[in-house]
């Protein structure tokens, strides 16, 4: 839908004229490069989708710079909340979490003592350990970034 409100998507063509109109504005928006991201249909719900953990850091990054990002902080679960509701219970983070079938993701904003906030794109694939475990491994990184050991 996004892809298309500009100008209609041709009909037949609407995968490929959406994954070319989210590449360009990664290109130019973002500033991501074809390396940062393989789009497979445009739609974003493909497991044939990839994307880096460099490419979601700059998105967030860029995102955290546009005037409507306080909307879209407060649509992200915080500590404590949503898919973090068991979670980094006293961690200033804000941010998503995804898994898939031997992945396992975290990505989001982390509030430092200082004031200053880190944006921080946590993934790891192919797990062969439970997805608890790597949760675990992804929310000490957070503590540690945090400085909440």
């Given at each position: 839908?996004?892809?298309?409100?500009?100008?209609?998507?041709?009909?037949?063509?609407?995968?490929?004229?959406a994954t070319a109109r989210m590449q360009e504005f990664y290109a130019q928006q973002v500033g991501l490069t074809?390396?940062?991201?393989?789009?497979?249909?445009?739609?974003?719900?493909?497991?044939?989708?990839?994307?880096?953990?460099?490419?979601?850091?700059?998105?967030?990054?860029?995102?955290?710079?546009?005037?409507?990002?306080?909307?879209?902080?407060?649509?992200?679960?915080?500590?404590?909340?949503?898919?973090?509701?068991?979670?980094?219970?006293?961690?200033?983070?804000?941010?998503?979490?995804?898994?898939?079938?031997?992945?396992?993701?975290?990505?989001g904003y982390v509030k430092r003592p200082d004031g200053e906030t880190w944006t921080v794109s946590l993934m790891?694939?192919?797990?062969?350990?439970?997805?608890?475990?790597?949760?675990?491994?992804?929310?000490?990184?957070?503590?540690?970034?945090?400085?909440?050991?």
């Open positions: 839908m996004a892809a298309g409100h500009k100008e209609p998507l041709t009909p037949d063509a609407e995968y490929v004229q074809p390396d940062d991201m393989k789009p497979m249909d445009g739609s974003g719900m493909s497991r044939r989708n990839f994307v880096t953990p460099h490419a979601l850091t700059k998105v967030l990054h860029w995102a955290k710079n546009r005037p409507i990002f306080p909307v879209f902080e407060r649509a992200l679960p915080k500590s404590g909340e949503g898919t973090l509701s068991n979670r980094l219970q006293s961690v200033p983070f804000t941010g998503k979490t995804g898994t898939l079938t031997a992945v396992t993701c975290l990505s790891t694939n192919h797990n062969i350990r439970p997805a608890s475990e790597v949760r675990q491994v992804h929310d000490q990184i957070i503590r540690s970034l945090s400085n909440d050991q």
